[in-house]
């Protein structure tokens, strides 16, 4: 504005002018995904909390012209009972997502912080989209012994993000589009340290999808993922078979899911079941849910999850909670 104070009044308003086109070409969104219930944990405790996450998020992008954009996102999680980030202390502010990137017709490249390659992808087959700690069998299951980072939480380990990462989205190419993410930084770590590296291939048309990825991490743990799904109109089957292995002990995990979701009109029915073979202990994980529109955006649900692990006794948890996107 000071510079505007200087010039005759005529050129400052062209300059004005000017500037409207390139700030049209801009756009910046609030958004996020705010979640609370009441549920029975699998520790025998009755809580109110999130039974899914809630986050907060900035995005934006600037047209560059000759189809190239800018892109930035960030986004915050945090405890809608509390109003505290979640893990506070302990899990960065911007713990989801923090951005900046250039998307074309060639794909979309960031550097930041954000989901792995495999992590941003496998919600697609399970039930609850890997984001229910009640009921999913992917979130009791899946990666077991791979987390994306062990020491990147203020020394203890992230389950999902990769920090200081660099992300590659290809564009859909008969169906198959291939997703990319690696850090050129190595990871210290107990044990051992690295790079650490992720890929996911994916495929979507139609009523098939699919994916197969593999994932290590800095500190030498590797994971293998592969997982199908088939939408037969209202009825959505979906299997998942995922194996993981320490970098410096022996210890693996496998584990296979299988799930499956019904809409009928606004109530959409789920249902999974997980079994796990951790070393030479047998878990098996099974549930049920319900989720029913209010609108498009806001959600009631109930969950219910079983657990029966070798060694301890079996466990139940239940829920119901309320969820609204904007």
């Known amino acids: ?12 308003s062209l300059l004005a002018a000017a500037a409207l086109p390139a700030a049209a070409q801009s756009s910046v969104q609030i ?59 302990r899990k960065p502010f911007w713990h989801d997502e923090s951005t900046v990137g250039l998307r074309g017709g060639w794909g979309h490249l960031r550097a930041g ?27 009791h ?37 291939l997703h990319l993410s690696a850090s050129p930084e190595r990871t210290a770590a107990p044990g051992r340290d690295g790079r650490a590296r992720s890929v996911s291939l994916n495929y979507d048309q139609g009523p098939v999808a699919a994916m197969l990825a593999h994932e290590r991490n800095g500190s030498g743990d590797r994971n293998l993922f592969l997982a199908g799904k088939y939408s037969f109109g209202a009825l959505a089957l979906m299997a998942a078979y995922d194996r993981s292995r320490s970098g410096d002990t022996p210890d693996k995990a496998r584990a296979a899911t299988l799930g499956a979701t019904y809409a009928l009109g606004a109530t959409t029915l789920k249902a999974g079941y997980g079994r796990q073979r951790l070393n030479d202990d047998t878990h098996h994980f099974a549930s049920l849910g319900a989720d029913y529109a209010l609108s498009k955006r806001t ?12 060694h301890q006794p079996s466990r139940t948890a239940f829920g119901v909670g309320m969820a609204h996107a904007f």
């Open 299 to 310: 959600t009631v649900y109930a969950s219910l999850g079983h657990q029966r692990y070798e």
């Open 113 to 139: 912080r954000a989901l792995s390659a495999m992590w941003a992808q496998d919600w697609k087959f399970d039930p609850w989209a890997n984001f229910n700690r009640v009921a999913s069998p992917a979130w």
């Open 1 to 12: 504005m000071r510079l505007f104070h200087r010039l005759p009044l005529g050129f400052a």
């Open 31 to 89: 958004s996020g995904y705010l979640d609370a219930g009441v549920f029975r944990d699998f520790d025998k405790t009755s809580k109110l909390g999130t039974i899914q996450r809630s986050n907060l998020a900035l995005s934006g992008t600037e047209d560059l012209g000759g189809g190239l954009q800018a892109t930035f996102r960030l986004s915050t999680r945090f405890d809608l009972d509390t109003g505290a980030p979640e893990d506070a202390g």
């Open 141 to 177: 299951l899946w990666h077991y012994l791979t987390p994306t980072d062990r020491a990147s939480n203020n020394g203890t380990a992230e389950y999902g993000r990769m920090a200081n990462g660099v992300f590659y989205d290809s564009p859909t190419l008969a169906g198959f589009t």
